[in-house]
């Protein structure tokens, strides 16, 4: 079924003018993007690496913002706010939420070990991140770009020198993993690629040495011998001058909602925990077991019939599942579906230590990537049959491969709403893509549920750490009273959140946002399930304040 004729409203060509010379200011601004979307217009760009950190990088961001705003005050002069178009609401909200986060402090906390720019770096220089080493042109154009790069872990030092002074601080927590992470990656050589031509080798190793490894190890210096003894045992934001004020600004950008309070995120989370918690109990009836909710998740974890034994047997399973889904569930729900389905890979063996137990890597803009979903066979025997279906519905189809490949294949959407990274309609989308399984029996359903619990949890302990002064310790026992997780696995949990303020919360706030719309939309009996979500896809990744207008329209 092609999607281009069915996804999006044409645009007039001055305004598509208008987004693609905002798309492509964007790049040449930040061309590192492009390693990752992949426009042949822009390949040119390759070899270069911006320093998002500088001053002088925010202030032509804030004057290429400031011109898009006054072109697009232009172009709406006088109209009234149901005439303005959806992809104008999208652009006026990237350029408003970019402008506010120029104002704030974040640049002075700049890498942790949630957002480790050079560990990526790294592992893009050994050839296992987005940058495909194929040709003679793309090792020259990569050395070319380290030298860049070490500009900006450079400049990493110089913002946390100005964070230490306005008392902008990482916890001592977070710095300590991030020196971890940054000493492991030296310690293995993570960036040594093995497919450099003998003819550059030396040249290749040079280069690597002096603008890759030598940047890093004054960064590693500095965050040991000047930085960690700077910083404290306190974990949240509302420890930072004015730091719930930046909870407050992180909490909008991630959710992409200015009407719902950090209050009011945390009383949902209570109460979708206690919902959750509930179902959860009652599935365990279901299936027959007799002992309470904690021995329950006890027995599964031992159980050797619900996980797998060998690879062949788990690979066939996901695969036989996504089959299932292709042909049995998406013609059901959907007038629309994407050209190709996606593939099923294995985590590349170096990745396993430190890759998710499965993920979705999207195509590229010109479909020369094709979207992949990654399972990570590192223990398989830990590996959950009840998880098959819940993670292909939110990782494949209906999930992120379903949207992200109908949205790359329109030929209506904006390029620059698909360059977009609005988790909250992302996520928000794959974990209510959960919610359109059969779940045919009670295993794989409680399978959900467990998924589910953790994503109430998060708006729980996110907001309790950063807004209501939570310790580690009173996030850990949430944890432990309302999941199935082991110890290891909260704890990082936890860290993920104190490194990354507001982000895990997109996820279930995306989730109940669509099906809010669902269930107002679904009221009219002239209204059925195909076209919501014809509604919900066709303008692409959007912010959910905009997703909102676009159903307050129909």
Known sequence: MNTNKKIGKKIDKKTAKLYLNFFEDNLRLAPSANDYLNYSKMNYLNKYYENFLSPIYQQKTKKLYQKY???????????????????????????????????????????DQMNNIITQYMETASGGGLIVFEKMADYKNFMFKTKQFSILCKQIIINMRIGIKKKYILPRVIVEFTIDMIEKAIKDKSWENKTVPESMRKKWDDVMDKYLVKPTTDVLFFLKHTYLPKSTEKIGYSSLPNGRKLYEYLVKYYTTLDDMSIAEIHKIGKSEVKRVNKAMDETRKKYGFKGNLKEFNDYLKTDPKVHFTTEKELMDTYYNMKEHIWTKIVPKLFNIKPTYNYSIKKVPAF??????????????LENKRKGTFYINLRDIKSMARMDVEVLSLHEGNPGHHFQQTIQMESKKIPLFVKSANYDSYVEGWGLYSENLGEYKDALSYYGKLNFEMMRSVRLVVDTGIHYYGWTFQKCKDYFLKYTSLPVSEIDAEIYRYIADPGQALGYKIGELTILKLRKKYLADPKHNIKDFHQIVLENGNIPLKILKDTFSMK
């Open 69 to 111: 705003d006054k072109l697009l005050r232009q172009k709406n002069k006088g109209k009234d706010e149901n005439e303005i178009s959806i992809f104008d609401k999208v652009l006026k909200y990237e350029i408003n939420i970019t402008l506010e986060g120029l104002k704030l402090p974040l640049k002075y906390m700049p890498i």
């Open 351 to 364: 990745m396993e230590e430190s890759a998710p137990a499965a993920y979705y890597w999207a195509g590229d």
